[in-house]
């Protein structure tokens, strides 16, 4: 048998900024939950097995779709933090037997469920070509300041930046050993490429989506909903043709 291609999708939020005690990754786009939609995402790329981190309310909604869904699906329960909730999941890689022999592991938010397969694909191969810890990435397009705290600001050369999404990818050795090197530390980032980097690895950026937009606020799935309906109008998706034009 082939060996594992793990997605470990992190859905044990809080939903703050959504407005609070909601379970963002139970909420519905097209019908179907976020958390689901982004399980079909990951497979539709190439993932062999979903490991989901989730809270009890997350669970208890989503929990009779599993079944149904293309790939095998565990679960586990999420941590205080983002990166805790990364590690939990990490850790059922580990521990699981249905998961022995995984080598790659693709993390991914669940509440971006319109990540296309070429995304995912793009951070699978940049994996089997050597790299050790891969993000999909996008220019900015506006222009940026910084806040200096005493209310002024700074320009910042947008050039020099990139909007980073999920999923990340990374050998598993790799990103456990991260994980457990940064909780020993204390140390908290808020995504996995920025662990991994913390460890001594360099990141690779391979291009992003506008589809894969992160639903953070209620205006958020307003916007999805309406990309989701015109996504095979977009064409060739945008973080390819910036990384063109603007290098990486
Ligand atoms: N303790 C946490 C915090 C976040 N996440 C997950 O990480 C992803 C990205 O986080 P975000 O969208 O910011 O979700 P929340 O943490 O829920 O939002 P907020 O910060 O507004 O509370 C989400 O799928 C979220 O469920 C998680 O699994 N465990
Ligand atoms: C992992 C992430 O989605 C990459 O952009 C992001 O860092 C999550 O941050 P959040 O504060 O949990 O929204």
Known sequence: MAEPVVAVIVGAGLGLRYGGDIPKPALKLTGRALLVMSIEAM??????????????????????????????????????????????????????????????????????????????????????EGAKAVAPAVPVTDSMRRLDGDGRTQVVDRTTLRAIQTPQGFPFDVIWDA???????????????????????????????????KITEPNDLTVAQALWKVRDTLGHHSGRRFFRHFGR
Do not use: W, Y
Not at 102 to 123: E, F, Q, S, W, Y
């Open 179 to 213: 994980h457990e090197r940064m909780a020993a530390d204390g140390a908290e980032f808020t995504d996995d490429v920025s662990c991994a980097q913390r460890a001594g690895h360099d990141v690779t950026l391979v291009p992003g989506s506008l589809l894969s937009m």
């Open 43 to 128: 497979a539709a790329g190439g993932c062999t097995h979903a490991v989901v981190v989730v809270n009890a309310k997350v669970a208890e909604a989503i929990g009779p779709t599993l079944a149904a869904l293309p790939i095998p699906v565990l679960q586990t329960f999420g941590g205080a933090t983002r990166q805790e909730s990364v590690h939990n999941g990490l850790r059922v890689i580990r521990d699981d037997p249905r998961l022995k022999g995984t080598k790659i592991v693709l993390i991914h938010d669940a509440v971006r469920p319109m990540v296309p397969a070429n995304v995912i694909a793009g951070v699978i191969k940049a994996l089997r």
